[in-house]
């Protein structure tokens, strides 16, 4: 069961099986609030559904066919109005505690569900910056303008030569750094 990571897959290029001269390009992922899994794939001119999709390979998603099925694009649809979008979403925990924001996620191909979010409190203009891996069981809720973890994901205090930094870490979770 390959394992997928938004960052990598985003910006690659989309070809359908059947036309071989349609290309695409994948814009965004859009994940179900409810569920925590793929609703679709978000190119520049059309929506894939994870139904058709076939393989990745050679730095191109490869897809059967567009998504005609109504039901799938009025639940797309919600999605979008209701701009619950998983990447830039703002982390915090049950007592309300901010861990950052989501930088990536994965997700497998089998139930398309995310697997874990990886959540960056830096500043854009960081290079080098440790992300806090908090895994689907630890994940309760994701809303449009937040994500909320369990509780037990703690800020701890590092000495990073004359500064002082904090991380999160997991205690009691299966959460990391």
Same mark, same amino acid.
């Given at each position: ?30 994940? $179900? ?18 139904? $058709? ?11 059967? +066919?567009? =998504? ?14 209701? !701009? =619950? ?11 309300? $505690?901010?861990?950052? !924001? ?8 089998? =139930? ?37 973890? !369990? ?23 299966? +959460?990391?750094?």
């Amino acid at each position: 069961m390959p394992i997928f990571k938004a960052k990598k897959i985003i910006g690659l290029e989309i070809k359908i099986k059947s036309q071989k001269t349609f290309q695409d390009k994948l814009v965004d992922i859009i994940v $179900h609030p409810d569920f925590g899994a793929v609703l679709a794939f978000a190119g520049k001119k059309a929506i894939f559904t994870p139904d $058709h999709f076939r393989s990745l390979s050679r730095g191109q998603l490869l897809f059967d +066919a567009f =998504s005609e099925d109504s039901a799938k694009k009025k639940e797309v649809n919600e999605v979008l109005k209701s !701009r =619950s979008f998983i990447l830039k979403n703002k982390v915090e925990t049950e007592s309300g $505690h901010i861990l950052g !924001r989501v930088s990536d996620f994965e997700f497998d191909d089998i =139930s398309w569900k995310i697997q874990r979010i990886f959540v960056s409190n830096a500043a854009i203009l960081k290079i080098f910056v440790n992300k806090l891996m908090i895994p689907k069981d630890d994940i309760l809720y994701i809303g449009k303008d937040k994500i909320i973890v !369990r509780d037990g994901i703690v800020k701890k205090e590092v000495k990073s030569g004359a500064k002082v930094e904090s991380e999160y870490v997991g205690v009691g979770t299966g +959460a990391s750094l």
